[in-house]
C-alpha cells in the first residue's frame, strides 16, 4: 500500500496554454526513494508541489485528479491536514530556515511549536532527530552561519522533526558542492530505510543513485519510470538528452539498470572486453546531446589579455585570511577551472580579478597593468565577471534590454549595441526571449540571460561563478559550448566550479585551491587522475564519474565523459588486436 | 558582511538584556513621546538617560558608531532649521527671504536632538533584545502570532537587505555601471541598483512563503513555545511606573505646568 499515489494528476497554471502536469500517476512507498528527473520546466516542481499539499492552496492553478498522501488528498485539503504529514525542502538552503532562529535547535523547534508540540516534549523529539541526521555538533550554531550542505540537513531536520512520513524535495543538491551533495543523498538513503517515503526532483548522478525507482516526466508527462538506470536510458529520445555518465558506461558496458550507478560493476563490465564491443553501439545512440551546435561563429573580435597574480593576500574585516599567497598567470586564450570547497577562497580570488576586492598583499595585472588603481566598472569591458546569483542583477522588463545594459554602460554606438546583443542571444540560445520578462523564465534561464549580459559586453576575459549550478544537462552543455567558443577566439575563460565533469571536458588547466592557496595546478588529464585522488579528498573534491571508473580500471590517464573514456578503450582494443595479429604473425613465420 | 538570524543584537548579561522585551519596548515608547512633548530645557536630560543606559551596558562604543547612517539626517534638520526657520526676527545673517537665525539654531538644535532621543534608544533596544524574545513576550502579553511573526520579520529585513544590496552593487559594477562620480551618473544608477532588490524580494517572499508553509506555521490556532522569556517582578514594576510616569509627563505638558 503506498504512502503516496497521485493519480492521473493534471495541473495548469493561470495564464499558461500548456499543462504543467498531464495525466501524471506515481506511486511512492514507505522505505522507498523515488527520484524525479527530466529537464528544466518539465514539470518536476509542479509535482512536488502539489505532493507536497501546496497545489492549489497555496501556489494557484487549476488542479484535477488525486494526490494522496496515507488517506488524504492533499489537493483539497488544508494546512492542519498536511502539516506533519508531509514536508517540502527547496534547493536554496537559506530561504528554507525561519531566518529568525538564533540556533538550530530553536530552528527545529519553530515546526514543534507550530504544530503545538507540549515544551517538555522539544527537547527529546530534537535531540532524535539531530542525532539520527547526524547534526547534533551543530545544536548551538547559528543556521545562517553554516555552509549550505549544513543548511540543507538542518532544513531537511526541520521537516523530519514535524513527525512528517513523506518527505518532498525539490532539486535539494542543486546549490550544493559535491560533499554537501553527498551528504544529502546519504541522509536520504538513511531517512528511507527508516521507513519514510521520499520524492526527490533532482539530476545528480549521488541522489539517482540511491533511489529505488525513477520517473523522467517530459512537458509534463510521464515519458519512463523504472530503475533509475533503465529509466534515464529509456527516456533519452524523449527529453532529448543523455543520461548521466555512469549510465552512459554502464549500458556500454552491458551493466543491468539496477547497478548503473555502482562504479565498481560498471568498472568490472567495461574491463571485460568481449561484452563492450556489443554494447557500445547502444551508447553510442545516447549521444543526441552532440548534435546541438556550437556558437563558435558568433565570437568574433578578440583583444587578448593577460592576466598575472603574484602574492595575493586578502583578508577579510575580523582576520579571516581568505587567501593567503595566490600566484596565477593566465595567458590569453587559455581556460581555467577553479575549484575547491565552498570557503577554500575561489570567489575571493576572482573578485580581486575585476577589482571587486582589493589585496592585502600582491597585485593583480592585466597585461603587465597594475588593476589596484581602477574602478570596477572601468574594467567591465575588458573582464566580464558573471555572478552566481543572476537576480542580483536583473531589472529590465526585457531579456533584450537587459542583455543591452552592460554595452550601454560602455557607451557604444546603438547599432554596435543591437549586434552584440544579438550575438549574445544567439550564444545563449535566447533568440526566442528577447521580448520576454526575465522574471517569467526559470532561474537556469535567468543565468543565462546573465550570462548573455556580460557576454554582450565581449571581454576579453570572461569569468564564471558556478555558471552550471542549477542547469540541467542540456543547459550544462550550452554553457560548455559557450566556454569552447569564447576560448577558441583567442579569449580567456576562468569559471568556479563543483562541477568537475564540465571541468575536466571544456577547461585546459585546472586549480585547485584549499584554504586561501593553491595546492594543484595540472590539465585534467592529471588533475583528475589516480595519483591525485587522495590530495582531491583533502579538499571536498573526486575526479568526475569517468575518471573515477578509469581508474577502478586501473588505467592511467583521467578521461573526462564517457565519450572519452570509451574511445580510450576501443583505442586500447585496436593495439590489442594488433599486437595479437602481429604475434600470430610472428609465429607462422617462425 | 556574514548576515546573522539575531539582527543586531548584541549578546550580553547587563541589566538591560535581561528585561522582558516588552518593558524596553514600553521604554522606547515612553522616550519617544517624552521627547516630543517635553520642553527643549529637559531635552539635555533625556538624552543624557539614554546615554547613561547605553554606557551601563557597556554598549556606547557601538552605538556611537550605529550614528554614522543618521548622522546626515541629524545635520541636514538643524541646517534647514537654522536657515529656514519661519517668522524668524533675530537673525545672524539674511541673504533675501533666507538666513540664519538665532531663533532656526535653536529650533534646529532641538528638532534634532528629540531625534536623536529616539534613535538611540531604539538602537539600544535592538542591540539588547534578540528578536525571537520579542516575538514570544508580545505574543506572551496577547499579541497575534502572524503579527508578531511580521514585526520580526521586518525588523529582520534591514540587515537582509543590506547583505542583497552589497551583492547588487557588486554584479551591477562588473556591468560597466558607474555608481560614483557626477549627480546625473548617480541617478542613473538608481533603477539598476534597486531594481534586483525589489524583484529580488518578491522572489524571495514566494519560497519563505511556501517553506514556512512547510513548516506548518499558522496551521493551528493553539501554539506552543520553544523559548521562555522571563518577566521577573522587577520588570512589572517598571512597566507599571513607566506608563504612570507617561500620563504624568502628558497631563504635565497639557496642563501647562512644565512651561
Not at chain 1, 19 to 33: K, R
Not at chain 1, 377 to 404: C, K, M, T, Y
Not at chain 2, 211 to 222: H, I, K, M, Q, S
Request: hydrophobic letters at 50%.
Amino acid at each position: 500500500m503506498p504512502v503516496v499515489t497521485v493519480d492521473q494528476l493534471n495541473v495548469r497554471y493561470p495564464g499558461r496554454k500548456v499543462p504543467a502536469l498531464d495525466a501524471v500517476s506515481v506511486a511512492v512507498e514507505a522505505g522507498q526513494i523515488v527520484s524525479v528527473a527530466g529537464r528544466t520546466g518539465a514539470g518536476k516542481s509542479t509535482l512536488c508541489l502539489a505532493v507536497a499539499g501546496l497545489l492549489p492552496r497555496v501556489v494557484r492553478a487549476s488542479v484535477s485528479g488525486r494526490v494522496l498522501v496515507g488517506s488524504v488528498d492533499v489537493t483539497r485539503s488544508t494546512q492542519s491536514d498536511t502539516a506533519g504529514r508531509v514536508g517540502i525542502v527547496f534547493s536554496s538552503p537559506g530561504l528554507q530556515l525561519s531566518s529568525s532562529k538564533p540556533n538550530v535547535r530553536e530552528e527545529l523547534a519553530f515546526g514543534l511549536e507550530n504544530l503545538a508540540v507540549p515544551r517538555d516534549d522539544m527537547d527529546e523529539r530534537i535531540d532524535r532527530v539531530m542525532g539520527r541526521l547526524g547534526i547534533a555538533h551543530l545544536a548551538d550554531r547559528d543556521p545562517l552561519t553554516l555552509s549550505g550542505g549544513e543548511q540543507q540537513r538542518v532544513a531537511i531536520a526541520s521537516i523530519v522533526v514535524m513527525g512528517t512520513d513523506v518527505l518532498v524535495l525539490d532539486e535539494p543538491a542543486a546549490q550544493l558542492d559535491p560533499l554537501g551533495t553527498d551528504e544529502i543523498a546519504g541522509l536520504l538513503r538513511g531517512l528511507a530505510n527508516d521507513g519514510r517515503a521520499v520524492l526527490v526532483a533532482e539530476h545528480s548522478a549521488e541522489i539517482l543513485a540511491v533511489s529505488d525507482r525513477c520517473i523522467v516526466l517530459a512537458s509534463g508527462r510521464v515519458v519512463s519510470t523504472g530503475l533509475p538506470g533503465a529509466a534515464l536510458a529509456d527516456s533519452v529520445a524523449a527529453v532529448g538528452i543523455g543520461p548521466p555518465t555512469l549510465v552512459v558506461l554502464a549500458m556500454a558496458g552491458g551493466v543491468p539498470p539496477a547497478e548503473a550507478f555502482n562504479e565498481e560493476a560498471v568498472a568490472r563490465a567495461l574491463a571485460g572486453a568481449g561484452s563492450r564491443a556489443a554494447h557500445l553501439e547502444a551508447a553510442t545512440s545516447t549521444r543526441v546531446e552532440r548534435a546541438t551546435g556550437s556558437g563558435a561563429a558568433f565570437v568574433r573580435d578578440v583583444t587578448p589579455a593577460t592576466l598575472e597574480i603574484r602574492g595575493l593576500v586578502h583578508r577579510y574585516p575580523g582576520g579571516v585570511e581568505a587567501l593567503r599567497g595566490v600566484d596565477l598567470t593566465v595567458q590569453p586564450g587559455s581556460t581555467v577551472a577553479i575549484v575547491g570547497q565552498n570557503g577554500s577562497g575561489k570567489t575571493t580570488l576572482a573578485k580581486h580579478l575585476n577589482g571587486l576586492l582589493r589585496p592585502d598583499a600582491g597585485h593583480v595585472a592585466l597585461d603587465g597593468q597594475d588593476i589596484s588603481a581602477r574602478l570596477v566598472s572601468d574594467l567591465a569591458g575588458q573582464i566580464g565577471f558573471v555572478f552566481q546569483n543572476p537576480d542580483d542583477q536583473l531589472f529590465n522588463s526585457r531579456v533584450d534590454r537587459e542583455v543591452g545594459f552592460g554595452p550601454r554602460n560602455l557607451g557604444l554606438e546603438p547599432s554596435r549595441i543591437a549586434r552584440l546583443v544579438e550575438n549574445a542571444l544567439g550564444l545563449t540560445g535566447l533568440e526566442g526571449e528577447r521580448a520576454t520578462n526575465p522574471y517569467d523564465l526559470d532561474i537556469p534561464v535567468r543565468k543565462l540571460v546573465a550570462l548573455a549580459g556580460v557576454l554582450a559586453m565581449e571581454p576579453s576575459v570572461l569569468v564564471l561563478d558556478e555558471p552550471t549550478m542549477s542547469q540541467d544537462r542540456a543547459g550544462t552543455r550550452r554553457v560548455g559550448s559557450i566556454v569552447d567558443a569564447w576560448a577558441a577566439s583567442g579569449r580567456t575563460v576562468i569559471a568556479i566550479t563543483h562541477d568537475m565533469e564540465f571541468a575536466a571536458r571544456h577547461f585546459a588547466r585546472i586549480v585547485v585551491m584549499r584554504e586561501g592557496v593553491i595546492v594543484l595546478d595540472e590539465p585534467p588529464s592529471q588533475a583528475f587522475a589516480a595519483q591525485n585522488a587522495t590530495l582531491l579528498e583533502t579538499t571536498g573534491l573526486k575526479p568526475p564519474p569517468a575518471a573515477r571508473v578509469a581508474s577502478r580500471m586501473g588505467l592511467s590517464g583521467a578521461p573526462a565523459d564517457a565519450d572519452a573514456l570509451l574511445e580510450m578503450l576501443a583505442a586500447r582494443d585496436q593495439r590489442a588486436l594488433a599486437r595479437s595479429e602481429g604475434y600470430s604473425d610472428e609465429a607462422t613465420t617462425s | 558582511m556574514t548576515r546573522r538570524a539575531s539582527g543586531y543584537f548584541t549578546a550580553g548579561e547587563t541589566w538591560l538584556h535581561r528585561r522582558n522585551p516588552v518593558t524596553k519596548l514600553l521604554a522606547v515608547a515612553w522616550t519617544a513621546v517624552s521627547a516630543f512633548v517635553v520642553p527643549p530645557l529637559a531635552l539635555p536630560v533625556l538624552i543624557g538617560m539614554v546615554v547613561v543606559g547605553a554606557a551601563s551596558t557597556g554598549l556606547l562604543a557601538s552605538v556611537v558608531r550605529s550614528l554614522r547612517i543618521p548622522a546626515l539626517l541629524f545635520v541636514s534638520i538643524f541646517l534647514v532649521n537654522a536657515f529656514f526657520y519661519p517668522g524668524a526676527i533675530d537673525r545672524l545673517i539674511a541673504i533675501g527671504p533666507v538666513g540664519l537665525s538665532w531663533e532656526g539654531i535653536a529650533f534646529g538644535l532641538v528638532s534634532a536632538g528629540r531625534i536623536l532621543a529616539v534613535f538611540v534608544a531604539s538602537i539600544l533596544f535592538l542591540f539588547t533584545t534578540l528578536p525571537d524574545d520579542l516575538l514570544e513576550a508580545l505574543v506572551d502579553k496577547g499579541a497575534s502570532h502572524r503579527l508578531a511573526f511580521v514585526v520580526l520579520s521586518a525588523i529582520q529585513l534591514v540587515p537582509r537587505l543590506q547583505a542583497q544590496s552589497a551583492a547588487i552593487l557588486d554584479a551591477q559594477q562588473a556591468r560597466g555601471l558607474r555608481v560614483a562620480g557626477s549627480v546625473f551618473a548617480r541617478a542613473r544608477a538608481v533603477v539598476p541598483l534597486v531594481g534586483p532588490i525589489v524583484l529580488g524580494s518578491l522572489i524571495d517572499v514566494r519560497e519563505r512563503t511556501l517553506a514556512l508553509e512547510a513548516r506548518g506555521f499558522g496551521a493551528r490556532r493553539d501554539r506552543t513555545a520553544y523559548r521562555v522569556v522571563e518577566d521577573p517582578p522587577v520588570d512589572r514594576w517598571m512597566r507599571i511606573a513607566i506608563v504612570l510616569s507617561l500620563i504624568a509627563i502628558v497631563v504635565a505638558v497639557l496642563a501647562g505646568w512644565l512651561h
